[in-house]
Nanobody, 124 residues
Framework: HVQLVESGGGSVQVGGSLRLSCKAS???????LGWFRRAPRPGSEREAV?????????YVSPYLKGRFTVARDTVKNTLDLQMNDLIVEDTAMYFC??????????????????WGQGTQVTVS
């Protein structure tokens, strides 16, 4: 069983930066880890932000590439998301996800079994 705890969220001005961190407990060596977000509008769905596959391959949403980067520390068992040049539309609850690698895109929320509680990011 894997538990995920996100941290680093908060309020920031447009153009600012934030770094989110996801701390995993349990063995995630063969897992894919990802960041997803859900905007605060009715009916919004989880949107892929970035993910790192079990082989270390990095995937970032094409809509966020250039502003967001993701990094995994296998020793600390963390997944960090660096967000730069934030815009109002980045306001969302950000979630960390993990699971043993299953078929499918690591940018799809459907392949993940374990989820954190989320951390709020507000850009204004």
């Amino acid at each position: 069983h894997v538990q995920l705890v996100e941290s680093g969220g908060g309020s920031v001005q447009v153009g600012g930066s934030l770094r989110l961190s996801c701390k995993a407990s349990g063995d995630t060596d063969s897992y894919a880890l990802g960041w997803f977000r859900r905007a605060p509008r009715p009916g919004s769905e989880r949107e892929a932000v970035a993910a790192i596959d079990d082989d270390g391959s990095i995937y970032v949403s094409p809509y966020l590439k250039g502003r967001f980067t993701v990094a995994r520390d296998t020793v600390k068992n963390t997944l960090d998301l660096q967000m730069n040049d934030l815009i109002v539309e980045d306001t969302a609850m950000y979630f960390c996800a993990a699971d043993y690698r299953h078929p499918g895109s690591v940018l799809s929320p459907d392949i993940y079994k374990y989820w954190g509680q989320g951390t709020q990011v507000t850009v204004s």
